[in-house]
């Protein structure tokens, strides 16, 4: 009965922004981690970023700067702010969460950061 439903991708020039939507459903969204993965072509899934229930956040080195991980509980839903675009940010973001040690999935959502 968990859903996760991914929105916001597109194609941005380097340097510019995105956010990036996840709607949650069928569990209790407000107490969840959540997080964002992403995976580009021939390479592993990575982390992005997660979101406790009580909103403490981490991310990735990577990612730290750019990146901000935000939820809205009123919604069932998580949002990934992306900043300063680099082409190597190109990937199938996922959103996440973990429950009772099963890993949740959403379809991903594409994003292409090209000039």
């Known amino acids: 009965q968990v859903q996760l439903v991914e929105s916001g991708g597109g194609l941005v020039q380097p340097g510019g922004f995105l956010r990036l939507s996840c709607v949650a459903s069928g569990f209790s969204f407000s107490s969840a981690a959540m997080s964002w993965y992403r995976q580009a072509p021939g390479k592993e899934r990575e982390l992005v970023a997660t979101?406790?229930?009580?909103?403490?956040?981490n991310y990735a080195d990577s990612m730290k700067g750019r990146f901000t991980i935000s939820r809205d509980n009123a919604k069932n839903t998580v949002f990934l702010q992306m900043n300063s675009l680099k082409p190597e940010d190109t990937a199938v973001y996922y959103c996440n969460t973990r429950i009772t040690g099963i890993y949740y999935w959403g379809q991903g959502t594409q994003v292409t950061v090209s000039s």
């Open positions: 979101i406790a229930g009580g909103s403490s956040t």
